[in-house]
């Protein structure tokens, strides 16, 4: 039986609507006291393509606004390619971190952009984020033609797998063996031909779905609950929620700042309650957040992160320690994450981590400032910034 990494759950976030946080106290139950279900067909069959919709129509008018980039009437992926260079690095990232991987944000985009592995990483870690970048290049070059097919999602996952399966045969393969996924009451389907038959359908439910945001998260929810692969589910639909995002040419949804625990969580609500508005509120609050990266938004966000604002100065501190101290992205990663030991609550660590790398990458000369960085500094520091 094949397994997949074990769901925690700890988070406490207030933008969860009364729905999700209901099914967030139902699945933080101890397994034990939580009632065993399998894969319920009649889940699937009762959703009707453009008449069921599990996301309102307020917020699929939301979403609309804040993805649009003006590029509708251009071919399919040109928004895309405009911000390929980011968007490699932060899905990659992101993915891959939603699955527990410990390459940090400078440590991806050293790897993709020159090939050096992190020190002392495993070689499933570098392994799984190289596959996300060639599974989101096929996105970008077959633009025009993905679809919600076969040929795209078995494709996907076979880019996605590679080398990272116990049988390369089963890298783009509709599983015909059981799986199992820890930490959950959730027993997924087992018979061969009946997960053949149900993929077939998520497919032509999936492609029938005219609102591109309606579609993506119908693959969010139907794909992971399958589980059509023997494993490497979760980054397939991850992946495939962006296929109509990149065909419509709106922002992609890169998971920035995505919780894992709130994730696992919603896809819980989703195995073992059929119920999606945990996972409903995690994607449009990811899809917000994405927007922002992207600079894509067409209206506010709200107050400022009071997380940044809470880390300012230490933001700051270590953002101009960085340049001054002329550190390539492998040097930065190491004393960030050394000197975020000492002087970050742990629970807070990798937030902090993230925001300061972060923080490096988008550093320019209009904005060297608010660091105290004279440009003279920043001109030094950039050129050995790879």
Same mark, same amino acid.
């Given at each position: 039986m094949v397994r997949e990494e074990p769901p925690v759950y700890k988070t406490r976030n207030d933008w969860l609507s009364p729905a999700a946080r209901e099914i967030r106290a139902i699945i933080q139950l101890r397994t034990s006291e939580r009632t065993p279900v #399998?894969?319920?067909? =009649?889940?699937?069959? =009762?959703?009707?393509?453009?008449?069921?919709?599990y996301l309102p129509e307020s917020l699929r008018i939301e979403l609309e606004d804040i993805g649009q980039v003006g590029l509708s009437a251009l071919p399919a992926g040109t928004y895309m390619?405009?911000?390929?260079? /980011?968007?490699?690095i932060d899905l990659s990232w992101n993915s891959s971190r939603l699955e527990g991987n410990t390459?940090?944000?400078l440590?991806?985009?050293?790897?993709?952009? %020159?090939?050096?592995?992190?020190e002392g990483k495993a070689t499933q870690e570098t392994q799984m984020i190289l596959n996300h970048k060639a599974a989101i290049e096929m996105l970008a070059d077959d633009a025009g033609e993905i679809d919600f097919n076969r040929y795209t999602i078995c494709n996907l996952h076979a880019l996605l797998s590679d080398n990272l399966l116990p049988d390369p045969?089963?890298? #783009?393969?509709?599983r015909s063996?059981?799986?199992? %996924?820890?930490g959950t009451v959730f027993h997924p389907l087992e018979v061969p031909q009946q997960i053949d038959e149900r993929f077939e359908q998520i497919l032509v439910k999936a492609a029938a779905v005219r609102n591109p945001f309606e579609q993506a998260f119908f693959a969010m929810v139907y794909l992971p609950y399958l589980q059509p692969f023997e494993d490497v589910n979760k980054r397939v639909? /991850?992946?495939?929620?962006? %296929?109509?995002l990149i065909r419509y040419n709106l922002c992609p949804l890169s998971f920035v700042d995505v919780d894992s625990h709130d994730y696992i969580g919603g896809l819980l609500g989703v195995y073992e309650l059929n119920r999606v508005e945990y996972l409903r509120d995690v994607f449009a609050w990811a899809y917000r957040r994405s927007c922002a990266r992207y600079s894509a938004v067409r209206q506010s966000l709200g107050d400022p992160d009071p997380?940044?604002? /809470?880390?300012?100065?230490? %933001? #700051?501190?270590?953002?101009?320690?960085?340049?001054?101290?002329?550190?390539?992205?492998?040097a930065a990663a190491q004393w960030i994450a050394a000197e975020a030991e000492k002087a970050i609550p742990q629970a807070e660590r990798s937030k902090f981590i993230e925001v300061v790398e972060t923080e490096l990458g988008c550093l320019h000369g209009g904005n060297i400032a608010r660091y105290r960085l004279r440009p003279s500094e920043f001109e030094t520091w950039s050129k050995c910034w790879r």
């Open positions: #399998g894969y319920q067909g =009649a889940f699937l069959d =009762a959703y009707q393509p453009n008449r069921t919709f390619r405009q911000v390929m260079d /980011r968007l490699l390459y940090s944000l440590e991806t985009q050293r790897l993709l952009e %020159i090939g050096e592995d992190a045969g089963a890298s #783009g393969r509709v063996r059981p799986v199992g %996924i820890s639909s /991850r992946l495939a929620a962006n %296929i109509p997380f940044r604002l /809470r880390h300012r100065a230490a %933001i #700051g501190s270590f953002v101009r320690e960085v340049v001054l101290g002329t550190m390539n992205k492998r």
